[in-house]
């Protein structure tokens, strides 16, 4: 089994910057992609952000520029740096690891932008 703990998440007026981190353990053999994505009520969830194992990322339009994803591979981790942050980022945010074999969705958390 692979467990998946998320941090970071929390109120955050506009404009302000949060940084979300997600760490993987237990039976990791090979992490390919690591990513986050984001679910806000009635909506459905979507990507965020994604870093390949080479380090190539993928971003939604909605947040290019403004969200910053990486990872720490020695760490089993993955970050994501979010600036300028606007009420319509504000959903649960669930990170996911997928190995050569699954892939392993974190519980989420909660990121509210509100004044």
């Known amino acids: 089994q692979v467990q998946l703990v998320e941090s970071g998440g929390g109120l955050v007026q506009p404009g302000g910057s949060l940084r979300l981190s997600c760490a993987a353990s237990?039976?990791?053999?090979?992490?390919?992609?690591m990513g986050w994505h984001r679910q806000a009520p009635g909506k459905q969830r979507e990507l965020v952000a994604l870093?390949?194992?080479?380090?190539?990322?993928n971003y939604a339009d909605s947040v290019r520029g403004r969200f910053a994803i990486s990872r720490d591979n020695a760490k089993n981790t993955v970050y994501l740096q979010m600036n300028s942050l606007k009420p319509e980022d504000a959903a649960v945010y669930y990170c996911?690891?997928?190995?050569?074999?699954?892939?392993?969705w974190g519980q989420g958390t909660q990121v509210t932008v509100s004044s």
């Open positions: 996911i690891v997928a190995t050569g074999k699954s892939a392993y």
């Open positions: 237990g039976n990791i053999f090979s992490i390919n992609a």
């Open positions: 870093i390949t194992s080479g380090g190539d990322t």
